[in-house]
């Protein structure tokens, strides 16, 4: 699976849109681009994935650039219960074994 | 809830002892997996089951380590002889893969273990 660099931390203010970058320039045309987040002391928790095309859910939308090189996890209106840190993972959906290879995340710090 | 259940969510042992955990996947998912996370990192995976069959060993599972899913609902992880540096959180996760496409794993809420 590709290699994803994703910031160590971020911050933002309640309310307002937490942008989380992600990139994943060794990605191939097999590989999705997954999101995860995990509250503290919690297991890994799905938001939402991506091929090619951008997608939104009730929980975040996802931007993937055109030569999909990079991509973008938008949290519209974040909130206190939105701290956690945040995973991006790249995964060749043809492969029997999917296994999800998680790096280090960005910690996302939202505050009042 | 229908979510991933893991039994214990803690456990305090003395080095040396044996210890065993549980997990009972999403109902009707086919795929399981067992991922080990210590501070400060991402999960790293252990091992992963369709059905009953075992398909996939990481190298840090270690022959101190063995998983079991003898009816391919739940599944057991037991950690022989442990040591200090199995000291960590143990999260287990569910899917229904299909061997095409796109799969969505969901997590447990992990069994956080300390070896004394």
């Known amino acids: 699976d590709a290699k994803t660099t994703q910031p160590t931390s971020m911050d933002c203010a309640e309310g307002r849109a937490a942008n989380l970058p992600c990139n994943h320039s060794t990605i191939s045309g097999n590989e999705y681009v997954y999101w995860y987040r995990q509250i503290h002391s919690q297991g890994p928790q799905y938001i939402i994935h991506?091929?090619?095309n951008n997608e939104t859910n009730e929980m975040a939308s996802l931007i993937i650039t055109e030569d999909r090189k990079s991509s973008t996890l938008i949290l519209p209106h974040a909130t206190l219960r939105d701290t956690a840190v945040y995973y991006c993972?790249?995964?060749?959906?043809?492969?029997?074994?999917?296994?999800?290879?998680f790096g280090t995340g960005t910690q996302l710090k939202v505050e009042l | 809830d229908t979510g991933v259940s893991q039994d214990p969510r803690h456990k305090i042992t003395k080095r040396g002892q044996n210890v065993t955990f549980r997990c009972d996947p999403i109902?009707?998912?086919?795929?399981l997996y067992w991922y080990r996370q210590t501070l400060g990192q991402g999960p790293e995976f252990l091992t992963y089951f369709q059905n009953e069959a075992q398909l996939e060993k990481s190298r840090l599972l270690s022959d101190r380590f063995s998983a079991e899913r003898p009816k391919g609902s739940f599944s057991t992880l037991e950690i022989q002889r442990t040591e200090q540096g199995d000291s960590a959180m143990y999260l287990c996760?569910?899917?229904?893969?299909?061997?095409?496409?796109?799969?969505?794993?969901?997590f447990g809420p992990g069994t956080r273990l300390l070896v004394l």
């Open positions: 993972i790249v995964r060749d959906y043809t492969g029997g074994g999917n296994k999800l290879t």
């Open positions: 109902s009707e998912h086919n795929r």
């Open positions: 991506g091929l090619k």
């Open positions: 996760a569910s899917s229904l893969g299909r061997e095409w496409g796109q799969e969505t794993q969901y």
